[in-house]
């Protein structure tokens, strides 16, 4: 291969581009999505992702509802979303093309398949004539590169069936990309090398494949230039790239060395939380136990279970999960012990929209129990801080004898930018602090342990494993006296139980930081947000202040209870834009609990959105507030 140094053509410095790879579900553009995600890390670009793939393992072929895409953003600066139109779409096939074609803006670039464009994949894709001769495509850049007959000629001495040496084409589309946009291609031939060892056809194929599309951009008359992102200029450090699924993985993994806890995650398998659960069986090394239920419910029913044994006890879904673990959940408000449910959100209701992503369990992690059961609730902002809000929620539960809903999502688990690897000594402790020894004198004067007999600053109540001598007591889902944990069906001790458990969950404001404000003086509208709406938020923000406006952005972690300042926070703004990936389900509870005038901005069309309806929406409130003053100046 040439070196990737030098090109003898025009060699164009560009700051940033988005590219879409799509093709049929077996096309394997997920990962050849991920694989030009991992080199661009390596050169040192900032980036996003965006997977967008169907709910079927094969779909029909060669159809729209087959068509699987991955989008990347790669730039020279920090970005904070995958982009929203691409600037590049790699199509593999005519459904690809017309799938993605409403979404690419004016002069962006098609690379397609021509090979893939005959009649019978043209009738499949609904096309009634041939678009690249029709002239539809005219306010496009249009490359027609034949990518499954050079794949398969590249490998046809090696006796390889041409229907098996078709399937290397992404690796060719892959080498293109990675000459177009001047990737080092070292990093991706040491993977093909390791992932197909011992498969020597295959694994030659694909080289073949790789080195094909990245020579054909080289040596054919066709691109009239190439392109480089030059790395982000980022915080010095060890970076890693990462998947919100992962990060939340060895989230779990450092709460539980920072607890001295064991790590028992019990979890029965759904999209799109399973990587959570495949991560964590790697690393037996750290003590994590992993456990695979038959369901939902015995899922979670093994994490409490273990969580009365002492361990950190998680249990991870969906939505669908949530449904079925509610009882569980409740039992574990009763009991008193650190549980995490870990609910990645998809599209609902039911099992709706499984690889779709989706903000809208809030209100069922609020008040998806019967009876009076509040539970802290944290969210995760960015697949990195997936990390952080895991060892949060830990805390929270471990300090507090509580379980804790973390929530994440479709967009979070699967979309991947670079995380700069925290130092140890920086990550939180946090003390188990187990019981001990009896704590009440009983009026005879011996000593006993009640179980239910609360630390007076925090509420919780002791922790003791079984198996501690003179610790033992009973547990169950009865309601408990106060204190002795006797079952009692008092009226009033119920209630006391029932206020000290809220109390409890109330008090955690105080634990947590005050409402962190990106602030500009004299800003009179704030954008206030959680979860994965935080990039398209931050660069709405960004996009609107490079107009002139003034604006302000909260993004909130803990969603159970709210910081403590936050009224006072909300009541500095005549208008405070709520954006949601659901109907408004947090401007609903900003409303009861602070009585503001929040404006949704909604949608559940299962992607993410993009930050120019953030930026519009924003301007529309700006330009709201000075027609408001006009009309008050003109009295």
């Known amino acids: 291969m040439s070196d990737t140094t030098t090109n ?32 661009s890390a390596l050169l040192g670009n900032d980036l996003a992702t965006f997977p967008d793939f169907p709910a079927e393992i094969r779909a029909p072929a060669g159809t729209l509802a087959g068509v699987s895409a991955f989008q990347v953003h790669i730039s020279d600066h920090t970005i904070s979303t995958p982009g929203d139109a691409p600037n590049v779409l790699v199509a593999m096939n005519p459904a690809a093309l017309r799938a993605n074609l409403a979404s690419l803006p004016q002069g962006a670039t098609i690379i397609v398949n021509t090979d893939a464009f005959d009649e019978r ?36 001495d090696l006796g390889v069936k041409p229907r098996d040496a078709e399937r290397s084409k992404n690796f060719f589309a892959l080498g293109l990309i990675s000459w177009l946009y001047t990737r080092p291609v070292e990093p991706t031939l040491a993977w093909i090398a390791e992932k197909y060892a011992g498969k020597e056809l295959v694994l030659e194929s694909n080289l073949r494949a790789f080195k094909a599309g990245y020579n054909f951009g080289e ?4 691109f009239e230039s190439n392109y480089e992102v030059k790395p982000a200029v980022l915080e010095p450090g060890e970076y890693t790239n990462i998947t919100g699924n992962t990060a939340t993985a060895w989230g779990l993994i450092a709460a539980s060395i920072q607890s001295g806890l064991p790590l028992f995650l019990g979890t029965y398998p759904i999209t799109p939380a399973s990587d959570i659960l495949h991560e964590l069986s790697k690393h037996k090394q750290f003590g994590v136990r992993t456990f695979q239920a038959e369901d ?11 969580a009365f044994g002492g361990a950190l006890g998680v249990t991870t879904t969906s939505g669908p999960g949530v449904d079925l673990k509610s009882e569980m959940m409740g039992l574990a408000v009763s009991l008193e012990l650190p549980l995490l449910i870990i609910d990645v959100q998809r599209g609902g209701p039911s099992t709706g929209l499984p690889t779709k992503t989706e ?42 004898r509580t379980p804790v809903i973390l929530l994440t999502d479709g967009y979070l688990a699967n979309g991947t930018e670079p995380w700069k690897l925290p130092a140890i000594e920086d990550l939180p402790s946090i003390d188990p602090a187990f019981a001990t020894g009896p704590n009440h004198t009983e009026d005879d004067g011996t000593e006993s342990f009640w179980p239910f007999l609360r630390d007076e600053t925090t509420l919780a109540r002791p922790w003791a494993p079984p198996g501690l001598a003179g610790l033992e007591h009973r547990i169950g889902g009865l309601e408990k006296a106060d204190g002795s944990g006797n079952v009692s069906y008092d009226g009033a001790n119920h209630e006391r139980m029932t206020r000290l458990r809220a109390a409890k969950i109330a008090g955690i404001a105080s634990d947590i930081p005050p409402t962190d404000v990106d602030h500009e003086d004299g800003a009179e509208v704030l954008v206030i947000g959680w979860g ?19 604006v302000d952005q909260v993004h909130l972690t803990h969603l159970n209870p709210f910081p403590a300042d936050l009224g006072d926070v909300l009541k500095r703004y005549r208008r405070v834009l709520v954006p949601e990936v659901n109907l408004g389900q947090l401007s609903r509870l900003l409303r009861a609990e602070f009585l503001v005038d929040a404006v949704s901005l909604t949608q559940v069309s299962g992607i993410p959105f993009r930050a120019a309806a953030m930026e519009q929406a924003i301007l529309s409130l700006i330009d709201e507030l000075a027609a408001e003053a006009d009309g008050e100046g003109s009295r």
């Open 532 to 550: 994965s709406t935080y990039g398209a938020i931050a660069a709405g923000v960004q996009r609107t202040r490079a107009r002139g406006h003034k």
């Open 359 to 400: 903000q809208a369990d809030l209100l069922h992690a609020m008040y998806g129990r019967h009876g009076e059961s509040p539970l802290p609730i944290i969210a995760a902002g960015t697949p990195s801080q997936c990390f952080d809000a895991t060892i949060e929620a830990a805390r929270i539960a471990i300090k507090y």
């Open 296 to 306: 939902e419910i015995s899922g979670i029913g093994a994490a409490l279970g273990a």
């Open 219 to 222: 040596t054919a008359e066709l």
């Open 121 to 156: 994949s043209l009738t499949k894709a609904g096309y009634e004539a041939d678009p690249l001769s029709d002239d539809s495509l005219t306010a496009f850049t249009v490359y027609e590169v034949p990518m499954t007959s050079i794949t398969t000629q590249s490998s046809k």
């Open 8 to 39: 003898p053509k025009n060699h164009q410095l560009i700051d940033r581009v988005v590219i879409r790879f799509a093709g049929d579900s077996g096309d394997g553009m997920q990962l050849a999505g991920d694989r030009f995600t991992t080199s």
